[in-house]
């Protein structure tokens, strides 16, 4: 199996979507095909398990066989992040060290997000044991809307823990981006989730992106990476204003489903959301498509 550093986690990471079946199976062979259908556009790693694949729907087993798939697929062409969406240090030690036996070469870990927040100082100290018992790089996924952590905070998470080695920042606040990226320690991963505005967070330095957007669109978003890193600013700012209308008809809290239902439209088995999630509705769809036709394919 090839070893991949911390810094092989950089540039277009799609989080892949997980296809279900009617019965809420995970259609294993359309998931094959969707690793296969972003290698083939060019992206720099794969994510697995996170919000956009439903992974707070997920088990264990199945994060683990999803990551074994995505780390066979890959080849060892690419990194794979694999998704930890759980409500306890306990949950979170024990999905990690089997994702990371499964060969993730990192792992996207959310804070908990059940209905009571832990202070910073307990925040801090999920991170930590977390660290101290899996051997897998973290990178904290800052997503959950009551308890999203401070640039300040994740700073501090980053510089004290070194198994702690980056940020994907979610949310739709480019300045909390800019906050941390003027202020994380050196050698960190500073990942954008910031779906609308992927353009200006690689302008700001990004270390690159998992957001859903890429999964959707990973040709364009792709060719935006390098737009920017060959300072073709124009060509730029031309894909933004295309990925944003694409964005636009998406976003909605049955987000997985209209990714999939992107998907679907550029040949895909997209598959169904797990219950209760709904399907992208027919007005998504249409927006979609008619987005999708705008962007280079």
Known sequence: MTEFGPDAIRGIVPPMTTPFSAAG??????????????????VHGLAVAGSTGEGQALST???CRLTAIAVEEADGRVPVVAGIIVDSTAQAIER????AEAGAAALQVTPVHYLFRPD?????????????AVASPIIIYNVVPWT????????????????????????????????????????????SAVDALMYP??????????????????????????????????????????LLALWNAMIDDNLPAA?????????LAGGLPRRPMPVASNSQ?????????????
Do not use: N
């Open 201 to 242: 967070s690689f302008t700001l330095g990004a270390h690159g992106a998992v957001a859903a957007i890429l999964t959707a669109a990973p040709r364009a978003c792709v060719t935006l990476w390098d737009a920017v890193e060959a300072g073709d600013h124009p060509a730029a700012l031309d894909l933004h204003l295309r």
């Open 259 to 267: 990714v999939k239902a992107a998907l679907d439209f550029q040949g």
């Open 61 to 63: 087993d199945e994060v």
């Open 120 to 132: 910073d100082a307990h925040m801090k100290e999920h991170f930590r044991e977390m660290a101290d």
């Open 25 to 42: 199976a995970i259609e294993e062979a359309a998931f094959r095909a969707e690793a296969r259908f972003l290698l083939d556009a060019g």
């Open 96 to 99: 990690g060290r089997a994702a």
């Open 285 to 297: 769809r249409s927006a979609i498509a008619a987005a999708l036709k705008e962007l280079p394919q």
């Open 148 to 191: 999203y952590l401070s640039p300040e905070l994740l700073v501090e998470i980053m510089t004290d823990i070194p198994g702690v080695v980056g940020v994907k920042q979610s949310a739709g606040d480019l300045k909390l981006f800019a906050d941390l990226m003027a202020t994380a320690p050196e050698g960190s991963r500073i990942m």
